[in-house]
C-alpha cells in the first residue's frame, strides 16, 4: 500500500508558513478586529461594556491632549529623520573613509547603544536631562555660560529635543551600520571616474554617493517614520509613571496605553487606535506611491 | 518519510516555541519563576512540611511591602500550624502592576489571591457590574470601632469594604530646623497657611531659600491643602466638583507663594524623584507638604538630614479646616482566589489585629489605622524613624486625630483620571508654565472628566 505523503510540494509553503500565519491570525488580526468593534463601546469597572456608538469618535474632536500628542510625535519624527539621515550618512561616509584610524573600534562602538534596554537608557537619560544644577547636562551649560534648565518640564520642544537625543544615541549605530553597508555597495571606479572628470568633493558625494545610497535611504526614512509615530519606551521612561505635565513628552502611543490601561478606558483608547491605524495606512499609501516602494526596478 | 517526521517536528517546536510564552501562566511557569525569588520570597519556614501548606500570591508595588508581608506569614505560621501559609509575593513598578491586574481580572485568570491597589486606582476596579474584589465586611467590621473610620472609607462602595489601607496617611508637615533656626521661625508658631507665608518671607530674606516646595507633576499635597478646606475632586453622589471655588483659591494661594520666592516647584515634578530628594538633602528648602509615610523617604533616601527634621501637623485656612485622609495603597482579595476565607483571615491577621497593627508602626513607619493602640507601649518603642525624627512622632499625630475626614475616592469610576489630570496637566499648567488661570484649568479639567463620563 502506498503511503500518502504529508509534505508534497503543494502543502509545503502552508505547513511552513503555518507558524506565522497562526500568530498572526491569534494575535494580530484578532486584536484588530477586536479593538474595531471595542471602539463602539463604554468600559464601566473591569468587564461592562456598554454601546456608545460612535460617542468615542466624536470625543476625539474635542480632546485637546491629542493635538499635543501628534505635535509632539510629528516633532519627534521629523527630529530622528533629520538627525538620523544627516549624522548617520555623515558617519558612515567617514567611517568608510580609507583615511579613518580605527574604523573597526568606532564602527563596533558606535552600535554598542543600540544593545542596551530602553528602560537602562531612559533612566540615565532622566537623570542627565534632571533640573538640578550639578546634573551633567546643566553642569554643561553653565560651563558654556546659559543658566540651567528643567529641560524635561520646560517646553513641548524641550521634550522633543530630549526625547530625540535619547533616541538617536539609541539608535545611531544603526542607521550607521545600514549606510554603512549601503555605502560599501558603490563601485569604487565611479568615484574615480568622476575624480577623473574633475568632479569636487560635494559633486562626488551628491551625483555618486546619494544616488548609490537612494534605496537605504528611503528603507531608513520609512523605518524612522513608523518608529517615530509609533515611539512610546523614550517617553514611558523620561517621564516617570507616564506623566506628562502639560502634555511635554506626550506621544500618540503614551495616550493611547495611558488611556487604556492607566484610566481603564479600553473604548476610547481602541477609537484612537483605529484612527491612528487609518492615518499610518494612508502614510503608508503615500510612501508607496511616491518612493516607489515594491516597484520593479526598471529594465536596462 | 524520515525527513517529513523531522521537519514536522521541526515545525512543530518552531510553533510550539512561538505561542508557549504567551497564554495563560501555567503550573510550571509560575513555579520557574516562584524558583528564582525562592531565597527571599519564600517563608522558609513552610518548606518542610507540604501536605497542609496552602499558597497565597500576592502582588504589589511597594517592596517594603513584601517585607511586611513575609513577616506576617511567620506570625500566621506560628500561630496556626494546622493551616500553614505560603506566601509568593511579585513587586512591579505601579503602572506595570495595576495594568497586569486590569487584564488578569478581566481575562478572569492569572490575577493574584492577595493585590495591593494604588488609591488612586481603586476606583476603577470596584464599578460596574462585576465585582472583582472579594467584600471585607465580615473581618473589618467586628472590629470596627477601633478603627479611623474616615479611612476605611476611603475603600467603602455600595457599603461593602473592598479593601484594607495600610495606614492613616495622615498629613504632615516636615521642617528642616536648621534652615528655619536661621531665620529664627519656630515652626510650632506656623498655625495657618498665612503664617507660613510670612515665615516664608522671613526664611527667604535670611537665608535666600524658599520655605515650601509645590509639586507640578503629582498632586497629593495639593489634594491635602484642598481638602483642608472642605475641597475634592467629587463630592459624595460622584459630581464633579474638581472646579469648585475652594480647589480654585487653593491654587491661587499657591501662586502667591510662587510668585515671591517663598515656594519653589519641586525639581524632578513630585517628591517622589531622585532629583528631588537630592534638593532637599541638601538643604533646597524649609519644609515640605506630605504624609506621615514619607518619614522612609527620609530615612533611606536623605540621611544627611538625620535630627534636622521635625514632624508636625499641617497649617490650616482656619479653624474649621480638616484634615483629609486617602491612604495610599489598599490589599484587597480578588475574587479568582481559591481559598477567599483563609485569605481573609490572614489578612485581618496580619493588617487588622492589634499586633498586626503594631508591626505597621514599627515594621513599616506606617500610622495604623487602629487608634486604640496609639496611646500604648508599642507605639511607644524606639525604631528607625523615632531615631531620625525623635520621639514625639506619634503625639503630632494623636493631636490631629479628631479632624481627620475621608476622601470621595470610590465616588466616581473617573478619580483616577481627574487625579491624573491634576497631577499631570493642571498643576504644571497653573503653577510650572503659568500658562492658564486657575479657574480657566479647573474647568477645562471639568469639561474633559464630563466628556469622559
Known amino acids: 500500500m502506498k503511503r500518502k505523503k504529508i509534505i508534497t510540494q503543494k502543502t509545503a509553503p502552508y505547513i511552513f508558513c503555518a507558524p506565522f500565519i497562526c500568530s498572526f491570525l491569534v494575535f494580530m488580526l484578532y486584536p484588530m478586529i477586536n479593538m474595531i468593534y471595542t471602539s463602539f463601546f463604554k468600559l464601566e469597572g473591569i468587564n461592562t461594556y456598554n454601546f456608545s456608538g460612535l460617542d468615542n469618535y466624536k470625543r476625539l474632536a474635542s480632546d485637546t491632549h491629542i493635538s499635543a500628542a501628534i505635535f509632539n510625535s510629528l516633532g519627534f519624527t521629523v527630529g530622528i529623520i533629520i538627525v538620523n539621515i544627516v549624522l548617520a550618512l555623515l558617519l558612515a561616509v567617514l567611517l568608510n573613509h580609507k583615511f579613518t584610524p580605527l574604523k573597526n573600534i568606532f564602527r563596533s562602538a558606535i552600535y554598542i547603544p543600540a544593545l542596551t534596554s530602553i528602560i537602562v537608557a531612559g533612566i540615565f537619560f532622566r537623570l542627565f536631562f534632571a533640573s538640578n544644577s550639578d546634573t551633567p547636562l546643566n553642569t554643561l551649560m553653565q560651563f558654556i555660560g546659559m543658566s540651567p534648565k528643567e529641560w524635561l518640564y520646560d517646553t513641548k520642544i524641550t521634550g522633543i529635543v530630549a526625547l530625540v537625543f535619547t533616541s538617536t544615541w539609541r539608535y545611531l549605530g544603526t542607521n550607521v551600520l545600514y549606510f554603512l553597508s549601503a555605502l560599501q555597495t558603490i563601485s569604487p571606479e565611479l568615484y574615480d571616474a568622476a575624480h577623473v572628470d574633475g568632479a569636487s568633493a560635494w559633486q562626488r558625494f551628491r551625483h555618486v554617493t546619494l544616488p548609490g545610497v537612494k534605496p537605504i535611504l528611503i528603507f531608513v526614512i520609512t523605518i524612522l517614520t513608523y518608529g517615530g509615530l509609533r515611539m512610546f519606551g523614550e517617553s514611558y521612561v523620561l517621564w516617570p509613571n507616564s506623566k506628562t505635565p502639560g502634555d511635554i513628552g506626550l506621544t500618540i502611543v503614551l495616550y493611547i496605553y495611558r488611556t487604556a490601561f492607566g484610566h481603564f478606558d479600553m473604548g476610547y483608547a481602541s477609537a484612537m487606535s483605529v484612527v491612528l491605524f487609518i492615518c499610518l495606512m494612508v502614510l503608508n499609501f503615500i510612501y508607496i506611491k511616491t518612493l516607489g516602494i515594491g516597484r520593479k526596478e526598471e529594465k536596462r | ?453
Not at chain 2, 194 to 201: F, R, V, Y
Not at chain 2, 241 to 252: M, R
Not at chain 2, 358 to 381: C, H, Q, S, Y
Open chain 2, 1 to 453: 518519510m524520515k525527513k517529513q517526521v523531522i521537519s514536522l517536528l521541526l515545525c512543530g517546536t518552531l510553533a510550539f516555541s512561538a505561542l508557549s510564552g504567551c497564554g495563560s501562566e501555567s503550573k510550571d511557569a509560575s513555579s520557574t519563576e516562584s524558583e528564582q525569588n525562592k531565597d527571599d520570597k519564600q517563608t522558609k519556614d513552610t518548606k518542610d512540611s507540604t501536605d497542609n501548606v496552602t499558597t497565597l500570591t500576592f502582588w504589589t508595588y511597594v517592596e517594603q511591602h513584601t517585607e511586611f508581608m513575609q513577616d506576617a506569614v511567620k506570625t500566621w505560621n506560628q500561630n496556626h500550624p494546622d493551616e500553614l501559609v505560603e506566601l509568593q509575593t511579585e513587586t512591579y513598578p505601579t503602572e506595570d502592576m495595576h495594568s497586569k491586574l486590569l487584564i488578569t481580572l478581566q481575562s478572569g485568570d492569572g490575577a493574584p489571591d492577595l493585590v495591593d491597589v494604588n488609591v488612586a486606582r481603586f476606583s476603577d476596579f470596584v464599578q460596574g457590574d462585576s465585582e472583582v474584589f472579594v467584600p471585607l465586611n465580615d473581618i473589618i467590621e467586628p472590629e470596627k470601632e477601633n478603627f479611623l473610620e474616615p479611612v476605611l472609607d476611603i475603600y467603602n462602595y455600595d457599603g461593602n469594604y473592598y479593601g484594607i489601607e495600610y495606614h492613616v496617611g495622615a498629613p504632615i508637615m516636615f521642617y528642616n530646623t536648621e534652615i528655619l533656626d536661621q531665620a529664627g521661625v519656630k515652626a510650632e508658631d506656623i498655625i495657618t497657611w498665612d503664617d507660613l507665608h510670612e515665615a516664608g518671607k522671613k526664611v527667604l530674606a535670611a537665608t535666600g531659600k524658599p520655605i515650601i516646595t509645590f509639586e507640578v507633576n503629582d498632586s497629593w499635597s495639593y489634594y491635602i491643602m484642598t481638602g483642608e478646606k472642605g475641597g475634592d475632586y467629587f463630592d459624595k453622589d460622584g459630581t464633579c466638583i474638581i472646579n469648585s471655588k475652594e480647589n480654585a483659591e487653593v491654587l491661587d494661594f499657591m501662586l502667591s507663594m510662587l510668585e515671591d520666592g517663598t515656594a519653589v516647584t519641586t525639581p524632578g515634578g513630585g517628591f517622589h524623584t531622585e532629583e528631588y530628594y537630592g534638593f532637599m538633602a541638601q538643604e533646597g528648602a524649609a519644609s515640605m507638604l506630605e504624609c506621615l509615610w514619607y518619614m522612609g523617604r527620609f530615612t533611606d533616601y536623605m540621611p544627611e538630614l538625620k535630627g534636622k527634621i521635625q514632624v508636625a501637623a499641617p497649617p490650616v485656612w482656619d479653624e474649621n479646616s480638616q484634615y483629609p485622609v486617602f491612604g495610599g495603597t489598599a490589599t484587597s482579595i480578588t475574587t479568582q482566589c481559591k481559598v477567599p476565607d483563609l485569605a481573609k483571615r490572614f489578612l485581618a491577621e496580619a493588617k487588622i489585629s492589634k499586633e498586626g497593627a503594631a508591626k505597621i508602626w514599627n515594621v513599616l513607619g506606617f500610622d495604623p489605622l487602629r487608634w486604640d493602640i496609639w496611646d500604648t507601649d508599642v507605639m511607644k518603642e524606639t525604631n528607625k524613624y523615632t531615631d531620625y525624627f525623635g520621639k514625639d512622632i506619634f503625639d503630632v499625630v494623636i493631636s490631629m486625630k479628631d479632624k481627620f475626614h475621608t476622601s470621595n475616592i470610590t465616588a466616581s469610576p473617573k478619580y483616577s483620571l481627574a487625579n491624573s489630570l491634576i497631577s499631570s496637566d493642571i498643576l504644571f499648567r497653573v503653577l510650572g508654565e503659568k500658562s492658564a488661570t486657575p479657574e480657566e484649568a479647573l474647568n477645562s479639567a471639568a469639561d474633559e472628566i464630563k466628556n469622559a463620563q
